[in-house]
């Protein structure tokens, strides 16, 4: 079972997508030659800037989700090192605490017991 929920607005492997995205994409350099017939060429030129923009969009989509899975397993490894550590200090300053407390109730008592 996946520990992970997808992220919101990543596509899944199932998700089916809509050439027409792409399509709406398209660099102006495709329509730069409307007398043109020269299908293959532009053809070409458009599986390119699809393929392109299709590669940047998965890119970004993948990069989001590592982003994520990255920053979970970083809190999950930091989680006990910062817990021990804080422990650590909180028994440190204890032990440098006790002290001083002691000698301000030894003077508060000093003083209580002159007057």
Do not use: W
Request: cysteine-free; proline content about 6%.
């Amino acid at each position: 079972m996946n520990a992970f929920p997808p992220a919101h607005g990543v596509p899944t492997l199932t998700e089916v997508i809509d050439i027409n995205d792409f399509v709406n994409e398209a660099p102006s350099s495709l329509l730069a030659d409307p007398g043109s017939n020269d299908t293959a060429t532009v053809s070409s030129a458009f599986e390119r800037a699809s393929e392109s923009t299709m590669t940047e969009r998965i890119l970004g989509d993948v990069m989001n989700q590592v982003e994520s899975v990255f920053e979970h397993r970083l809190r999950e490894a930091m989680t006990p090192a910062l817990t021990a550590l804080a422990s650590s200090v909180v028994l440190q300053m204890r032990a440098e605490l006790a002290p001083v407390l002691r000698e301000m109730v030894a003077v508060a008592v000093a003083r209580e017991m002159s007057r």
